[in-house]
């Protein structure tokens, strides 16, 4: 589940209408009982007594007891699940020439985008295969770079990921904040980069936000919850966030309470200080609600903050207002108000940062054709990249919001980036295609003008591979793309192993990009396949709504849609198509598999949304009402209960082969759903194709994964589908 940065939000959860009935006994000890699925014997997951009454409607949850994941039954079932799992992996011969042909193709270097602050350069590199990449720094692009922070120094095992920077406006401290065992809760700590000692500053319990700090150097905003209860860590809610001051040289429970709002426990918070250092601008977020609050945070003269309080800019959470660049009193936004695709309006703010009524603001680039994704101010001038069915165009206009130029990008693709300041000379950008490995390129934010910065060098050869986009009509008349990439000389003969992939949700948009996985299946001779969703961001907020709450089952027919377009024009057959997604990717997947299991051949969901009827009483599921809707609402409820994928598993189907993966520190989705998913399925009469689930330990929801754990966890799922096809893996 994709959450915003500035998340801090949490919705009231109760079950309303829904009267509960709760009658649970306790779980049993995991015991073992053979199964049809090609001779594996299941571990009996032990039903308990558990109803639920929503809306008149009894709904039994027999495997309630796995949402406890603290309790001995629960690290026994997991454990046991772990060894058949294993064993069936470790039989397949696919497995072993899958994971040395994935571990070649991951194992080159790696760049990230370059970035400036404080006359400093930053960039990550990993050599090849590192647990984690290594944060350089130099004064100049030339110059050797120096480590500014190793992350694989911080743990044996590379479980401690590096999740955030703020680097000083003098370039001399850096904030940055470390992730353990994929966790979303960080620990944040200072560093001096001139010594690469750390300061003794240590702040706890941050979650969904980065630090910001401010001009005179002597402290930084950020944002964090209460701690959580003992054991209820990674499953507990997380409600009512607030930004805190950390003045460097004090303890944490010293910070100063900036913003918090005790009548709103759904509020979150990100805080940025401007270019120019005399604000700091608060977006302030319900959830992943399409829509954000906006304040401004007077500093002092000093550049620094002397207890000043929020001035709200709006708070109408009526559309999406992100903040690009305060040009003199001017604050220059991105927003989809009035205008579903994104356009670029003027606010003018008074002496006092009071926002004038909003009849005035004015629009500096009006709404296009094609959907506005980012914008940056950089060079005093402002880069917008949009999407053009799922491919970025670039454009650059002046700040009167005059068109300048048009940025050249290499072909159909995926270009990302474009951060810096307001009177920076330069940015930096990424750009990556389906058959395309990444380059970074440097522009001269006032020619125009690219150079190549970094170009990826691997062991995949581009030039044996092609990729397409073509369109795809689904069940109600909708049009959609996807992108299709292949090695040269496909013959459409129905035969061909195809792996489709999508999400469909969250306003998150789904474009071609380079990626391991993709680069492997090909090599090992399949067709890879990226499906453009209704509920993406890809063009604009009304392709997003068409995808949620009661219109979320559109996501799931765009998606067969694709599959039934891949069959029908000669790609493969059903028997040869296999399909992934992870966290709303994963739901997604289950979903789909429930309705349609004749159309597919295999199918892995990822750390996957499966009960859509209790998602939002775990940590930050709340926040995904905004997308799913509720259960505890009539309506929402009929909706949910029709495709929720833990109560869709139909006996007496045959369905694919289906391995569900998950993370036992996943604290954004947690592994209940996987847990519950599998047991349903296991217990259910669906056929002899195998219903395993993978658990990693030490893992959680991706973020910060190791290189280790990521080239095992996605090589095996590629195995898998090539034994399951029967492919010869050399």
Do not use: C
């Amino acid at each position: 589940m994709n959450v915003r940065l500035t998340l801090t939000a949490a919705l009231v959860v109760g079950l309303g209408n829904a009267a509960v009935a709760t009658a649970q006994t306790p779980a049993a000890p995991v015991a073992a009982a053979p199964s049809a699925a090609q001779g594996l014997t299941y571990p009996v997951t032990r039903k308990v007594d558990q109803t639920d009454n929503y809306h008149g409607t009894v709904v039994a949850d027999p495997y309630r007891w796995l949402e406890d994941d603290n309790s001995a039954d629960t690290k026994a079932w997991v454990q046991a699940e772990n060894a058949v799992t294993e064993k069936f992996l470790g039989a397949m011969p696919q497995r072993l020439p899958t994971r040395k042909l994935y571990t070649e193709l991951y194992n080159f270097e790696k760049f990230g985008v370059p970035y400036k602050e404080g006359g400093r350069y930053f960039w990550s590199r990993n050599d090849g295969l590192q647990q984690q990449s290594v944060l350089y720094t130099a004064r100049h692009l030339k110059d050797a770079p120096q480590v500014a922070l190793d992350p694989n120094t911080l743990s044996k095992d590379g479980t401690v990921a590096l999740s955030g920077t703020a680097v000083s406006k003098d370039g001399r401290l850096m904030a940055y904040g470390i992730a353990g065992a994929g966790s979303d809760w960080q620990t944040w700590k200072v560093r001096d980069l001139e010594t690469g000692k750390d300061l003794p500053d240590t702040i706890e319990w941050v979650k969904f936000s980065m630090a910001s700090w401010t001009p005179d150097g002597k402290g930084f905003f950020y944002a964090r919850y209460d701690a959580p209860k003992a054991g209820e860590a990674l499953t507990g809610t997380n409600y009512f966030q607030k930004v805190y001051y950390h003045r460097l040289g004090t303890p944490q429970s010293a910070d100063t309470l900036v913003l918090e709002n005790p009548a709103e426990k759904q509020w979150g918070f990100g805080t940025d200080v401007t270019d120019d250092g005399r604000v700091a601008l608060i977006t302030i977020s319900r959830g992943t609600e399409h829509a954000n609050g906006l304040m401004v945070l007077p500093l002092d003269g000093h550049g620094g903050y002397a207890g000043a309080k929020p001035v709200p800019v709006t708070l109408s959470f009526d559309a999406e207002y992100s903040p690009v660049v305060l040009d003199g009193q001017r604050l220059i936004v991105k927003t989809d108000k009035d205008a579903p695709r994104g356009r670029l309006i003027a606010i003018d703010l008074d002496k006092d940062w009071k926002a004038k009524d909003a009849k005035s603001w004015t629009t500096l680039v009006p709404e296009t054709k094609d959907a506005l994704s980012t914008a940056s101010g950089v060079g005093g001038q402002l880069v917008l990249s949009y999407l053009q069915d799922a491919s970025t165009l670039v454009r650059v206009h002046a700040p009167s919001g005059k068109h300048v130029r048009d940025i050249a990008l290499p072909g159909v693709g995926t270009a990302a980036g474009f951060g810096g300041k307001w009177n920076d000379a330069e940015t930096f950008f990424s750009y990556t295609g389906l058959t395309t490995p990444g380059e970074i390129w440097r522009l001269d934010a006032r020619t125009g003008k690219t150079e190549l910065f970094k170009r990826t060098k691997t062991a995949f050869d581009a030039d044996q591979f092609e990729s397409k986009r073509v369109f795809v009509t689904s069940k109600d008349g909708t049009r959609f793309p996807i992108f299709i990439a292949h090695r040269k000389g496909l013959k459409l003969d129905g035969t061909n192993p195809t792996l489709l992939y999508g999400y469909g949700g969250f306003n998150v948009p789904m474009t071609p990009g380079y990626g391991v996985t993709a680069a492997t299946w090909m090599k090992m001779g399949g067709v890879y396949v990226l499906a453009v969703l209704r509920g993406g961001g890809e063009y604009g907020s009304e392709w997003h709504d068409a995808g949620t709450k009661l219109r979320k089952q559109n996501v799931f027919d765009d998606f067969i849609s694709a599959g039934e377009w891949l069959v029908a024009n000669q790609y493969t057959q059903p028997a040869k198509l296999a399909i992934n997604g992870g966290s709303n990717g994963g739901l997604l997947i289950g979903a789909v598999v429930n309705q349609r299991p004749d159309l597919f051949g295999a199918a892995v969901p990822q750390v996957g949304v499966m009960d859509m009827l209790r998602f939002h009483k775990f940590t930050i599921g709340w926040a995904w009402i905004s997308d799913y809707g509720s259960s505890e609402n009539p309506d929402e409820f009929k909706a949910l209960y029709a495709y929720s994928p833990l109560h869709t598993v139909k006996s007496g189907k045959k369905y694919p082969a289906i391995l569900v993966t998950t993370g036992d520190h996943d604290d954004r989705v947690v592994p209940a759903h996987s847990f519950k998913y599998t047991a349903t399925l296991q217990a259910a009469d669906t056929g002899p194709a195998p219903k395993l689930i993978r658990i990693e330990t030490q893992a959680g929801h991706g973020a910060g994964k190791p290189t280790s754990k990521i080239i095992e966890e996605r090589a095996d799922m590629l195995a898998f589908i090539a034994n399951t096809f029967g492919m010869d893996v050399k």
